[in-house]
């Protein structure tokens, strides 16, 4: 098999390296991934300057843009060859619930629908994520590995893509794999409000809120039982079960025809 790798923490992250190392056993891995930190970026695509690749000692491509830019790219002209799979990941940190809207982790695995690749988005759950080296993200490249070995044994429709969240600890801690639904979580915690050194107003986003749906099913519920959290996750955004809701207002607001 061959791999497009990437993520949204930057070409040096930990978890990157981790699946990296677990991909080359499985098959050739090319890693494309941006230069730095982009995580919460989303699907964005860089627009107004263009994207340079650089080669790195380490057989790595960086890219000064965002996940999405690097899948976008690799997949239309930098790649001379087409994955048989794209993995983005492992983040450092959850992405659990409301989270796949604006992870650029996710994203980048979203990215790849655009050649029809099936595509997976792999985080490591624990909230000191961020300070972790590659050690701690082995386990959960691990079990992204069995994945990939049964691959072929999954059949999913078009723009189909598999979020997993692996909880952090040792391969013994895990108790299996779960099929799960995305939970919800509240509302982000508050925006900080302060003064800058020189006197200005300035503003910080707070963190994700907690979660708010964690019911037995969820994502959240897997990873909190100690399992791995597997959602299938569907680019198509339209809300199916509403159409005739909101074809039934239309006409109501619509001027009749003369
Ligand atoms: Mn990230």
Not at 59 to 73: K, R
Not at 165 to 184: E, I, K, M, Q
Not at 245 to 254: D, E, F, S
Request: hydrophobic share 45%; proline share 7%.
């Amino acid at each position: 098999m061959r791999f497009l790798l990437s993520n949204d923490d930057g070409v040096q992250a930990p978890g990157l390296a981790a699946m990296a190392e677990v991909l080359a056993r499985l098959g050739e891995v090319t890693v494309v991934a941006p230069d730095g930190e982009r995580s919460a970026f989303s699907s964005a695509l860089t627009l107004d300057r263009p994207l340079r690749p650089q080669h790195l000692d380490n057989g790595f491509i960086a890219i000064n843009g965002t996940p999405a830019d690097c899948v976008h790219i690799a997949l239309n002209g930098l790649l001379d060859f087409v994955p048989d799979i794209i993995v983005s990941g492992i983040n450092s940190g959850a992405n659990l619930g409301d989270d796949v809207i604006y992870s650029g982790t996710v994203a980048a695995a979203l990215e790849g629908r655009f050649l029809g690749r099936p595509a997976i988005a792999v985080s490591l759950v624990a909230s000191n994520a961020k300070t972790l080296g590659i050690e701690a993200y082995r386990p959960a490249a691990e079990r992204v590995g069995e994945l990939l070995q049964r691959w072929a044994g999954l059949e999913l429709p078009p723009r189909t893509l598999l979020n997993i969240n692996v909880p952090a600890g040792t391969l013994d801690s895990h108790r299996g794999f779960r099929v799960t639904r995305l939970g919800h979580r509240a509302p982000s915690q508050d925006v900080l409000r302060f003064q800058d050194p020189r006197g200005q107003e300035v503003f910080w986003i707070g963190a994700a809120g907690d979660p708010l749906d964690n019911a037995e099913g969820t994502d959240f519920h897997a990873v909190q039982e100690g399992y791995v959290s597997v959602t299938p996750l569907d680019s198509d955004m339209t809300r199916y079960a509403v159409l005739d809701v909101v074809g039934a207002w239309l006409p109501a607001v619509t001027p009749a025809a003369s």
